[in-house]
């Protein structure tokens, strides 16, 4: 059984740092591919960011590019997600996701979920 947890979530001000992490429990983790999505109050949920499983490829929503960065230690099997000059706007529940691929390559399509880490950016 697959099981993604999220975690380091909270409250900070425009312009502050948060990280969240993503703890798998996932056999095939290291053919994994992962991913970040979140969704705003009264929003769809959307993609923000994509990882290879080697980490080697990495993919971003233009509205976090240059400012979320996406990172994993297969040997933690563990995913982050790193979130620097925060706006209001990214203000949303996260959610970290993973399926299995066939190669070392991002994707936006996804089968298993996490419950989600509230973001919460004041201004």
């Known amino acids: 059984q697959v099981q993604l947890v999220e975690s380091g979530g909270g409250l900070v001000q425009a312009g502050g740092s948060l990280r969240l992490s993503c703890a798998a429990s996932i056999r095939t983790f290291s053919n994994s591919a992962m991913g970040w999505f979140r969704r705003a109050p009264g929003k769809e949920r959307e993609f923000v960011a994509a990882i290879s499983w080697s980490g080697g490829n990495t993919d971003f929503a233009d509205s976090v590019k240059g400012r979320f960065t996406i990172s994993r230690d297969n040997a933690k099997k563990t995913v982050y997600l790193q979130m620097t000059s925060l706006k209001p706007e990214d203000t949303a529940v996260y959610y970290c996701?993973?399926?299995?691929?066939?190669?070392?390559?991002?994707?936006?399509?996804?089968?298993?979920w996490g419950q989600g880490t509230q973001v919460t950016v004041s201004s």
């Open positions: 996701a993973a399926t299995v691929a066939i190669a070392d390559v991002t994707t936006r399509d996804y089968n298993y």
